[in-house]
Structures are given as structure tokens and as C-alpha cells.
């Protein structure tokens, strides 16, 4: 793959690197009162345009397929939003008493809070030939459990800002978050065979206006001269978010093999990215209401904009060793079925 191509297909993880960099060149510019005026384009009109983007593109009419196979997606959904965020609660009881830096640690309690993406999950699934039904359901279900559980478990592990009471965070995330979702569902049964069509490019568009949030909210960090990023620190979350990700993917697969468990190799497949996989595109918004004012926002942001592209990056070497485990396992099903009892 040459450079250019390289480029393309990565431009969203660049564009991520460079919006930080400007951030620390320029933050006046995306700071609070600065020219872009982030406490109103950002806190409502960036993260209202993500999520009826999100309802706009959402396939929901293609998820009756996978509607019945409630004992996956109670998996699914199980792991991500309970066991995940419990287990890392236990894991910083243990890394609390190590010298990395505290809010980079509160960022990896904010990650196992996230619900599944809508997209990565089920990239990678398609890749490998899972269960793709069944992938698209738990993400899209989770996108829309997601923005009632994930706030709730920011609160209950993280707490909040002081200044900004629960009933405004829940009003802001029912304004910017559930009526841009459901109009964009609602525009999308009108617009349905013309969006078939015409293959808007919605993804990025999302990730248009994510590079936004993200350089307003580095904005505010680099402008307090209080705040410091300790390079050992962030090193050390890198391994955890890795070990993390390799570690719940093996469980998951563990679980979902076992005798008994039901579950056909396709659907394991998707049982392992749905469940370690986590929204960028969901969250980053959601850390914005929910924390807004907070200094160390950014702090708290860095452990999910490493854990998205890390997520990415391990499925993708991962692939073909999980489609040749899923090939010979179809295949050795196949066999013993036509073996004469």
C-alpha cells in the first residue's frame, strides 16, 4: 500500500494527532470564549450533528435477522456495559496505588463505560465472514442503550463536575443527544431508498466534526498551564489498553467456545469484537456533557482516543488468524454432522 493510500485510509487517526498539535500551538482559538465559541458550537450543535448523524445511518430495518438471537446479544450487551466497566473498577484499586497519573486512570474507567461502536465491530466481523447480522444489532442496540447507560455509569464510577447539576447533564443529553438520534431515525424512514442511493459518506462526516471536539477540548487543556501529561504515564495506559483488549478478547472467546455455550463460530466472532469494542464516535460527545467545565477533560479523553485506534489496529492483525480458527472450526462442524451416528 503506498503512502497516499496509507494516508487515505487512516486519515481519521492523523487527523486526530494533528488536531492535538494545533491545539497546543494555537489553543486560544478553540479554548472557552475563544473565536470558536465551543461552549455553543461544540457542546450543542457538534454533538447534536454526531448523533442524528448517527440516527440518520443507523440500518435498523436490517436488524430483524438478528432480533432472535437473544442469548448473544444479552452476552453482548452483558460484558460491555457491566462486566467490562466492573472489572476495570477492580483492575485501578490496583493501579491506584502505582504512580501513573490519576486521571489517566479515571480515563480507563470512562472507557469500559462506553457502549459498542457502530462501525469497527462490525468492519471487522464482515472481514473475518462472523456473523454480521448479529454485529450490526449489538452495535446499533448498544449505540441506543449506550446514551442512558454510559451516563450513568460515568456518574456512578467518575462522579461529575460540581458545577453542573445531574438534572442539567440529563436535560443537555436528552436535547443534544436523544432527539438529534430519534429525528435522524425519523428522517431516515423518508429518505430511506434515497440514502440507499447516493452512499453518503456519514462516517465521515461524524469524524469531521469529532476532530472538532477533540481540538476544543485539547484547546482548554493546553490553555491551564496546571495540567501536565506525564510520558511514562501515558506509556503505561498504552500496555494496559492492549492487555486490556487482548485479554477480554480471549475471555470472550473462551466463553463463547465453550461446550455447551450455543454459540457457532460466526457468532463468536462477533461476540469477541462487539464486546471489547468501544465508540469513539459516542463517547467523546458524551464525556463533553457530562464533564463539561472539567479541567482534566482532556486527560480523562486521552485513554479512549488511544483505545480506538488500538482496537482497530489488534482486530486487523488478528483477522486472519480468527478466520482460519473460524474456517476449520465451520468445517469440523460440518464433518461430525455427516459422520453416521
Known amino acids: ?3 497516499l493510500a496509507r494516508v487515505r485510509k487512516e486519515w481519521f487517526i492523523i487527523g486526530i494527532v494533528l488536531v492535538i ?3 497546543k500551538l494555537q489553543p486560544s482559538i478553540g479554548v472557552r470564549g475563544g473565536p470558536l465559541k465551543p461552549e455553543i458550537t461544540v457542546a450543542y450543535f457538534a454533538v447534536s450533528l454526531i448523533f442524528f448523524n ?3 445511518s443507523l440500518k435498523t430495518e436490517e436488524l430483524t435477522s438478528a432480533l432472535l438471537h437473544v442469548r448473544l446479544h444479552l452476552f453482548v450487551q452483558s460484558f460491555t456495559l457491566v462486566f467490562f466497566p466492573l472489572a476495570v473498577w477492580l483492575l485501578l484499586r490496583v493501579l491506584s496505588l502505582t504512580n501513573i497519573d490519576q486521571w489517566l486512570l479515571r480515563g480507563l474507567q470512562t472507557v469500559s463505560c462506553m457502549p459498542p461502536p457502530v462501525s469497527s465491530a462490525v468492519i471487522l466481523t464482515k472481514a473475518v465472514g462472523g456473523n454480521e447480522a448479529a454485529a450490526i444489532f449489538n452495535s446499533a442496540f448498544g449505540s441506543f442503550l449506550g446514551i442512558i ?3 450513568l455509569l460515568l456518574l456512578l464510577f467518575l462522579g461529575s463536575s460540581s458545577s453542573v447539576p445531574f438534572s442539567s447533564i440529563f436535560t443537555q443529553l436528552f436535547m443534544t443527544v436523544v432527539v438529534p438520534l430519534v429525528l435522524g431515525q425519523v428522517c431516515r424512514g423518508f429518505l430511506r431508498e434515497y440514502l440507499e442511493r447516493r452512499k453518503l459518506p456519514f462516517s465521515a462526516v461524524s469524524s469531521l466534526v469529532l476532530l472538532l471536539i477533540i481540538f476544543t477540548t485539547f ?7 496546571n495540567i501536565e501529561l506525564e510520558p511514562s504515564s501515558l506509556l503505561l495506559i498504552v500496555i494496559i489498553i492492549f492487555s ?3 485479554s477480554f478478547m480471549l475471555l470472550t472467546f473462551a466463553f463463547s467456545t465453550r461446550s455447551g455455550s450455543g454459540f457457532s463460530p460466526a457468532d463468536t466472532v462477533a461476540i469477541i469484537f462487539c464486546s471489547t469494542h468501544k465508540s469513539l464516535t459516542l463517547g467523546i460527545p458524551m464525556l463533553k456533557i457530562v464533564f463539561e467545565g472539567y479541567e482534566h477533560l482532556s ?6 482516543l488511544i483505545y480506538h485506534p488500538a482496537q482497530i489496529l489488534l482486530g486487523s492483525i488478528l483477522v486472519p488468524s480468527i478466520r482460519r480458527w473460524m474456517t476449520s472450526r465451520q468445517k469440523a462442524v460440518k464433518l461430525s454432522a455427516l459422520q453416521p451416528v
Open 1 to 3: 500500500m503506498g503512502l
Open 149 to 151: 447507560v454510559t451516563p
Open 299 to 304: 486527560l480523562i479523553s486521552v485513554p479512549l
Open 54 to 56: 448517527s440516527g440518520l
Open 21 to 23: 498539535l494545533s491545539a
Open 244 to 246: 486490556i483488549q487482548l
Open 219 to 225: 484547546c482548554d487543556t493546553f490553555s491551564n498551564p
